[in-house]
């Protein structure tokens, strides 16, 4: 079946270093999206990206979607503690007849522990 | 703007016992889904519904799980006869389209069985 796919499953940085994660789709997307997750907490939306070879950036987080809509990146510059949490990707579930079933199937994420 | 709120936010049951979680969504929102997820694990999908209808429910465990979303008040997803291996929390969440637009979480239920 569809599968999501994300790498590493764990990073741990220094303060100030940069992280990036990485998400890979086994099927084409209509669009990707990505959460965060903080400890103890609910998967937040951050962005959607829709366009092959989009990229959108949000202050010191840069998003980018793959040529062929397969894969996508999150890139952080310059961690800060605050950006502790698990990042998750995700897509919409593809039907039989092409379409966008209805609901996301997600990745399972990215956990960042940013050491101070 | 309340947000999609999720009741209650902790859970415990004894193994037998029946779990009912709740879910409103956000005004506006006739789309909720609710996720299972496990610790250090990522979101699993369970069911899909609009309002009175259940539109995906490839997710769910076959027996035992059932989920409503009725023409008033919040969705249901109830599991009767609790086992450990429900132990989890389970997040809702809404949107106003469908999947091509970001979803919103509720804070979660955290289910223990005990």
């Known amino acids: 079946g569809q599968q999501v796919m994300q790498i590493p499953q764990y990073q741990h940085v220094q303060e100030g270093e940069d992280f990036t994660t990485y998400c890979n789709s086994s099927t084409t997307l209509s669009n990707i999206q990505w959460y965060k997750q903080r400890p103890g907490g609910h998967p937040v939306f951050l962005i959607q990206?829709?366009?092959?070879?989009e990229v959108k950036k949000q202050k010191r987080l840069t998003f980018q979607f793959g040529e062929a809509k397969k894969n996508s990146s999150l890139h952080i510059t310059a961690t800060q503690t605050t950006d502790v949490g698990t990042y998750f990707c995700a897509g919409p579930v593809k039907t039989n007849y092409g379409g966008s079933q209805g609901n996301l199937i997600f990745g399972k994420g990215t956990k960042l522990s940013v050491k101070p | 703007n309340a947000g999609v709120m999720q009741n209650p936010r902790h859970l415990v049951r004894r193994r037998g016992q029946e779990a009912r979680l709740r879910c409103s969504p956000m005004?506006?929102?006739?789309?909720v889904y609710w996720y299972r997820q496990l610790p250090e694990e990522g979101l699993k999908f369970m069911v899909y519904?609009?309002?009175?209808?259940?539109?995906?429910e490839s997710g769910m465990p076959k027996e035992r799980f059932s989920a409503e979303f009725p023409k008033e008040g919040p969705s249901i997803l109830r599991i009767q006869q609790v086992v450990r291996g429900d132990s989890a929390a389970y997040f809702c969440?809404?949107?106003?389209?469908?999947?091509?637009?970001?979803?919103?979480f509720g804070s979660g239920t955290r289910l223990t069985v005990v």
């Open positions: 005004k506006g929102h006739s789309h």
């Open positions: 519904l609009q309002k009175e209808n259940i539109i995906d």
């Open positions: 969440a809404s949107s106003q389209t469908g999947p091509n637009y970001g979803y919103t």
């Open positions: 990206l829709v366009k092959s070879g």
